[in-house]
């Protein structure tokens, strides 16, 4: 059976061909990234990366999975195991998307930091997303919202 989904071409890339995005505002203490190292050298990769190809760079940046990236730059045995190679899904969306994924996933995982979320909002703004959407796209109550962009202490976003 095959679906139209990222998930249905997962393939293995070089890791030197990823690149972390400037957006994520997702950060994982040291016992949880020793946990997630130990995972993936106990139950092998159960989740491929998420990335966007970025013709000009020549190289995926992350989307998700930010995490086992570095656990697999990190990890000399999870970097010999796998000879340098993570699995990958790629996207093809604007950075708008890319940003309200990035931030679902971390969600999801209950895992965010108030100060870059504060950052995305702002740009999610600068890019012409009113607060509904942001709301919408980043499973945020209009409260949420607010509440990041007051923390901010910008005028401009709210016009």
Not at 112 to 126: A, F, G, I, Q, Y
Request: proline share 6%; charged share 25%.
């Amino acid at each position: 059976m095959q679906f139209d989904a990222p998930v249905s071409n997962v393939r293995w890339v070089k890791i030197e061909n990823l690149q972390a995005n400037d957006y994520n505002p997702n950060s994982v203490a040291p016992p949880e990234m020793k946990l997630l190292e130990i995972s993936i050298v106990i139950d092998g990769y159960t989740q491929p990366i998420v990335t966007y190809y970025d013709d000009a760079l020549g190289k995926y940046i992350i989307v998700d999975g930010f995490h086992r990236y570095r656990v697999a730059l990190e990890s000399q045995i999870v970097y010999e195991r796998y000879k340098g190679c993570v699995p990958i899904v790629t996207i093809d969306k604007p950075i708008q998307e890319r940003m309200s994924s990035t931030i679902r996933h971390n969600r999801a995982r209950g895992k965010h930091s108030v100060l870059p979320m504060c950052d995305v909002v702002k740009s999610l703004v600068e890019l012409g997303w009113d607060d509904d959407r942001i709301g919408l796209e980043l499973g945020m109550s209009s409260d949420e919202v607010l509440r990041l962009k007051q923390f901010t202490g910008l005028p401009d976003l709210f016009k």
